[in-house]
Every structure is written in C-alpha cells, then in structure tokens.
C-alpha cells in the first residue's frame, strides 16, 4: 500500500496542543480584559452618581443586570449563591476605585506648562447647546448643511447617531459636522439610542410626538436612572405617554406612545427641566397646530428659549416670546441655512480665557462670543480673577489685567466654572470671597481640592472665603469634572508637577483640549498630529524559513 503522509507535504510537525495550563492562563488574560472594561462602565455610573451626592450603588441598575446572570447560572451550571457573591465582589471592585481613587495604580499625568508668556490663536470650540439645535434641525428637515468647528464630543456624537437611527443622514469628520439632503426623519417602531446625555432624549421625544405611532428609547447608565416622571405632566396634553419598560424604574429603556389630540398650549413648572421645554419648542413647528409653552415670569430656563427662537428665525419660522409664554406656529417650510452660524462655547471658552491670568501674554479664540446670561456671566468671572477682556468681530482676545485687592465672585448663570473661579482666587494671592454657590456636591469637591493644595478658607451655607498662601501637592488627584481638570492644569503655573489621574476626562468634554495645552506656548491654529505614512519599499519584513 502507498504510505501516505500524516501532514503536510513539507513534512512539518503536527501542531502541539496548547497545554491545559496555558490554556486557562489564556482564558484568564481574556476574563481580565472584560473584567476591566466592565469596571471602567461600572465606575462610570458609580462617578455620576458620586457627583450628584447619591450612593455609589444603584440597587436597581444592579438587580436588572443580575437577571442575566440567573438567566445563565442554570445552562452554565453555575450555584446561583455563589454566582451571587462573584456578582458583588466585582460590582465593590469597581466601586472601590470611585470611592478611594488613591488606591487604582493608574498612570498619572503632571502638569508642568512651560514657564512663558503664552501667545495663543485658534478656532474655538461651537457652543454645546447651538450645536444640538441645529443638528436637530437638518436632521428634521432633511437639509444639506455644514457646521464647524464643533465642540464634537461624546455628547454630540451620541445625538447624531440616534437622529440617524430614525432616518437621518449625518456624519462627522474632525471638528465638522455634516448633514446631507434626505427626507427628513421618522422615529415610528423604531429603537433611539440615546446614551448618556438628557438632551439627546428630549430631543427624540419632542420630534418624534409629530408621528402617531410609537417607538422606544434606549440610553446608557445615567438615563436609566433617570427620574421621567416631571415629563408625564407635558407629554400627556400632547397627546402622548412615555411608559417605562421596567415597572420598577422610571427610567430609560422607555417605549413613546403618541397619537392623541395634541393641545395647542401648555403650562409649565418649576419641576419641568428646562432643556426638555426649549427640546419642545425646537419641536414645536412640526405639530399640527403648532405650539404656546406658557410660564410664570423670570422662568429659569428663559435664555435657552431664546437661543430656540433665535435658531427657529434664521430658518423663517416666525416664533414669538415674551416673558410670560413662548409660541410657535406650526410649518411645512424651513429653510435651513448651507453653513449655520454658530456662537462658541461660552463655559469652556472662558475657562481657556483664563490662562494669561496664570502665564502672561494673551490668548484669541476665534468664534462669535455668544449674547446670553451664561455668556455674560462667564466674563464677569474672569474680570474679577484678573483678566482683561477684548471682544471684538469674529474673536474674542484676553490678556493679565489687575486683580482687584478684595476680588469677589458670584458665578450667576456661569455655575459650572466654579472650579476655574476657585483657581483664579487661589491665583489672586489675596483673600477672595466665592458666593451663591448652588450646586452643593460641587462645592464638597471644591473644598476638597483647596485641603489637597493646602489653602485656608472659610465656608457658610453657599458661600466661601479663600485665603491663598503658598501650594502643596503629594499625590495626584482624579478630578471630579472636566471643569476640574482645566483648573489643575491653570494652578501648575503657581505649582508646577501637580498631577491628574484622569486627563481622559478633559478629552470627553472638548477632545482638543491636551493639544492646546501641550502646544504652549506659542499656538497658532490647532492641527491634528500628524500621521506618518509607510513606506512600503522600506518596511522591513521577517521571514520565517523552515
């Protein structure tokens, strides 16, 4: 008989069976790695909910993805008790690096900026708020338009692809957002994703009440906790009904029924969140009788109003407010501009601003500064830290003016830069006063930091005395918020080799913002690293001979 050979013909070893240990050794590097992004979704949750004073734990989150596990103990022949004790040694492991920071062996980043007078121009970042309005809007209308530089984060990405899941055509490159014709969008028996950010729910929720039918809304991990019970009262005159899919929650994932007689007039509260009434009012133009959103006088969320009827008027949709009501007459035409203006981003922009009050020189962004009470807020802040301010057509520049003796400030609308308003007070090197100070876990997080720096001060109810004095640093800190994050990188010119645990966090918030601050301190332009190409005929090769 003819001898046929076992392998190949080039007479090659049969492979070796992987051995039992380095099969398990194998399986474990695999189990770590999905260990690891778990911990990394779970502290995620577990940080917002930190932010916010509540516990680290969602006993709701957590029964809900405990189901999957009982659903699998039994085919995977699991004791469902001590599947029960894995599930909560690894919800306390990423727990634990929430609760104490210190304890994760993660790589630090220290801030050392150069120690020069900066001289910085660039093209700032869009506003946030403008942004979400008119993707919104060309996706509604099916229009073709462009818009940048954006502030292209996770929040705006997050928007554009849930417009595109109910029919959209809109992509992103870099800081430039675009949308393409089409024939607009049609959330009907559809599944919107919605992921982290409110915005992006009220905004599906408020386009999608033009359409009888239903569709469901799906989000991440803070959207599922989300409270919508406030929304209950405006959806059910509008014809509509937001059901919780999970009887125990009132969160996300929801199913939106709509198709009942939608009233032409609305009140509403105190309770009603201000971004989901100017979500309506964008809306508003697609509803068969359009729509009137009454409110008591001085309403909170009056400046995003007027952003909406700004917006709603350059597309020739003649919307009208006052103090009392805001109305919107209902349209089959609009007419969205090719390239929409829009304003910077007043909050991060100022934050930026700040720098020449820490390094000398002076820094330009170019960009239309916005015309509301955040905006306005945000440069008062930084004229009592000592920054001289230049508004000018199509830029705004901002140099190291004098800081007064007793500086005072009260963030007003500009809330979320307390932490940079801290920063400029500990930059003053004179006692300064911080009032009406509203959000009180960003307060905690504030007195945390100056303890960490070694500053004295003194608190009441909602206000605070800082009194500045030579910086300390010993570890690195995790910063609790962007804005915190920005403030430690301001303070490493008073204390150069201060230390973040998370400058991620800052990229999640303007993904632009570590090339800026490594560039300094001449910055003319951002550009993108650049990538080197291969060379084919010079890329070295192995070659395995047998």
């Known amino acids: 008989m003819p001898e046929y050979k076992k392998f190949d013909r080039s007479g090659g070893s049969a492979p070796r069976r992987q051995s039992l240990l380095d099969e398990i050794k194998e399986l474990d590097a695999r189990l770590l790695s999905i260990v690891s992004r778990r911990n990394y979704l779970m502290g995620k949750a577990a940080s917002k909910r930190k932010q916010k004073g509540l516990p680290l734990g969602d006993p709701d989150m957590e029964r809900r993805i405990f189901e999957t596990w009982t659903a699998e103990a039994g085919s995977k022949k699991f004791d469902l008790k001590t599947a029960r004790r894995v599930f909560d040694q690894l919800n306390n492991l990423a727990y634990a690096g929430v609760a104490k920071p210190e304890n994760r062996k993660l790589s630090t980043y220290v801030l050392s900026p150069p120690q020069k ?23 509604a209308a099916g229009a073709e338009a462009q818009m940048g530089p954006l502030c292209v984060n996770d929040e705006i990405t997050e928007l554009i692809k849930a417009f595109n899941q109910s029919g959209a055509h809109i992509s992103w490159d870099g800081e430039t957002i675009e949308s393409r014709a089409g024939d607009g969008i049609d959330f009907e028996e559809k599944l919107v994703f919605a992921g982290d950010n409110p915005m992006t729910m009220y905004l599906a929720i408020a386009f999608g009440l033009k359409t009888v039918g239903k569709f469901k809304i799906a989000g991440g991990p803070i959207l599922k906790q989300y409270d919508s019970r406030p929304l209950a009262e405006i959806l059910s005159p509008l014809g509509a009904r937001l059901n919780t899919l999970d009887l125990q ?27 989901f009434v100017a979500a309506l009012a964008l809306a508003a133009w697609t509803y068969p009788q359009g729509l009137t959103i009454k409110f008591a006088e001085g309403w909170h969320g009056m400046y995003l109003l007027q952003e909406v009827v700004e917006v709603l008027g350059i597309c020739g949709i003649k919307a009208k407010l006052n103090n009392t009501e805001c109305s919107v007459p209902a349209t089959k035409e609009i007419s969205v501009p090719e390239q929409p203006v829009i304003a910077l981003e007043p909050e991060l922009c100022a934050a930026l601003l700040a720098i020449p009050a820490f390094s000398g020189g002076q820094v330009t962004i170019n960009g239309d500064w916005p015309k509301n009470v955040v905006a306005e807020d945000a440069l008062k802040t930084l004229k009592s830290g000592g920054v001289d301010i230049e508004i000018s057509k199509g830029s705004i520049t901002a140099t190291k003016g004098e800081t007064a003796t007793e500086a005072f400030f009260d963030f007003g609308n500009a809330n979320g830069l307390f932490p940079i308003g801290l920063a400029l007070a500990v930059n003053s090197r004179s006692e300064c006063k911080i009032s009406n100070i509203a959000d009180a876990v960003m307060f905690e997080q504030g007195i945390e930091l100056l303890e960490r720096l070694g500053i004295r001060y003194e608190r009441g109810d909602d206000e605070l005395t800082v009194i500045p004095g030579r910086l300390k640093w010993d570890e690195a800190w995790s910063a609790p918020s962007p804005f915190f994050g920005i403030a430690l990188g301001l303070m490493a010119w008073i204390r150069p080799g201060i230390a973040i645990e998370n400058p991620g966090d800052l990229t999640e918030l303007w993904p632009r913002y570590w090339t800026l601050y490594n560039s300094l301190p001449e910055v003319d332009g951002l550009k993108d690293p650049e990538i080197r190409k291969k060379d084919e005929s010079t890329t070295r090769r192995r070659i395995k001979i047998d």
């Open 249 to 275: 929650s009132h969160g996300l994932p929801a199913r939106l029924e709509c198709g009942g007689r939608m009233a032409s007039s609305i009140e509403i509260s105190e309770d009603t969140p201000a971004e």
């Open 117 to 139: 007078p900066v001289n910085v121009n660039f093209d700032g970042p869009g506003s946030l708020f403008q942004s979400k309005l008119w993707i919104a809007l060309s996706a």
